[in-house]
């Protein structure tokens, strides 16, 4: 399952550095990748004697993207599509992230393996961070300081909208942020999941995303209720608390 783990991982960090996988060649290295590890873990399946592997997890969240996938299916079958090519396309994408997601659901199942993938995501939210942040600052009018932008666009990090990046930091810096106030985080590791969640915030509004500042906005007001309700606060919620004013300094 190693293998299987460190591939997933691979192929998130590809799509997101790949400037977002929105292009052809990028979509194409992420839906190969995708059916490859697949094919890996039907063979693994089939002929791996271990118990606990021969158990298929399914996930709540793939239900959705499987009745949006039947959903363009049918538009093709049916020719109901403006753009039958586009519509193939997104169908191509929208599969390989179920397959990502099924097989995420299989290989991290157990607690290990999710205290392990969330640390890959904090630690790779970080760096992004840091890195759209260094290229705001040294920014020189090219991608990666090298890559012209052929069509322009006002990016961010790896991306050419600003706005995706924003969507990006939306996705991550919960995963920093709400174990840290919901008590789930040993003192020792306050400090570094504490910066962890930091710099995404910093980032977020450096990037100037209006509807990613409002989205935030909301993601705070859904934690406070959640905290209320679970009538969690004191030093959890101090903690989270030096976090946000920290990353309004860092902006500042």
């Known amino acids: 399952m190693k293998f299987l783990r460190v591939g997933i991982c691979t192929l998130v960090a ?47 969240l793939l239900l959705p993207l499987i009745g949006l996938a039947l959903l363009a299916l049918g538009q093709l079958l049916f020719r109901a599509t403006v753009s039958t090519y ?9 599969i390989a992230d179920c397959i990502v997601l099924f097989l995420a659901a299989q290989v991290f199942r157990t607690t290990d393996g999710w205290r392990t993938f969330v640390w890959f995501v904090m630690a790779f939210g970080f760096l992004v961070s840091i890195f759209g942040i260094l290229q705001q600052l040294t920014f020189n009018g090219k991608l990666y300081w090298f890559r012209e932008m052929r069509y322009g666009g006002i990016p961010f ?47 977020l509004f450096l990037s100037a995303s209006r509807g990613g500042v409002i989205s935030f906005g909301v993601q705070l007001a859904v934690l406070i209720l ?27």
């Open 14 to 60: 590809f799509s997101v550095a790949a400037h977002g996988g929105v292009e052809d060649w990028a979509r194409a290295v992420l839906e190969t990748g995708a059916g490859l590890l697949l094919i890996f873990w039907a063979a693994r399946f089939c002929f791996y004697n271990h118990d606990e592997e021969k158990e298929i997890v399914v996930t709540p």
């Open 86 to 94: 586009d519509t193939r396309m997104e169908l191509n994408l929208l």
């Open 157 to 203: 990090g790896p991306y050419v909208n600003r706005n995706h990046f924003a969507g990006f930091v939306e996705l991550v810096f919960p995963v920093a942020l709400v174990p840290l106030v919901l008590g789930k985080v040993r003192k020792e590791r306050w400090i570094v999941v504490g910066i962890f969640g930091l710099l995404p915030i910093g980032a």
């Open 226 to 252: 959640v905290m209320i309700l679970r009538r969690t606060g004191g030093k959890h919620a101090l903690a989270g608390g030096m976090v946000l004013l920290l990353a309004f300094l860092l902006v500042s």
